[in-house]
């Protein structure tokens, strides 16, 4: 597990081999959950699907794309990050908070 951020603001990734796919769990915020699901077999074949009303698909697009980029096995990215009300300075924490969390890693 990779961590990033704290309090409300905190990030974790978790990872998962499944034969040659990866599985990557990136969640936090003030209640973890599953927002969108993001399947990418290659860079022009990536697949979403969102729960009504979150924005999550945003960091599983964007995350899976930076994911496959380096690793290039196909990948599935679960996103749920959420803070009740978040502002945009929050979302962006956020955000940063998931990409560092990427970036960690795709170091291992």
Do not use: P
Request: charged share 30%; glycine share 8%; with cysteine.
């Amino acid at each position: 597990m990779i961590s990033a951020g704290e309090g409300r603001y905190n990030v974790i990734l978790k990872s998962y081999k499944i034969g040659k796919d990866r599985l990557v769990i990136i969640s936090g915020g003030e209640e973890e959950h599953i927002g969108s699901v993001t399947l990418i077999e290659s860079k022009d074949h990536l697949q979403t699907m969102s729960k009504k009303g979150h924005k999550d698909h945003i960091v599983s697009e964007k995350m899976a794309n930076v994911i496959y980029d380096k690793i290039g096995k196909d990948l599935l990215v679960i996103c749920g990050i959420h803070i009740e009300d978040a502002s945009k300075e929050e979302i962006d924490i956020l955000v940063r908070n998931a990409k560092e969390c990427v970036e960690q890693f795709l170091l291992t």
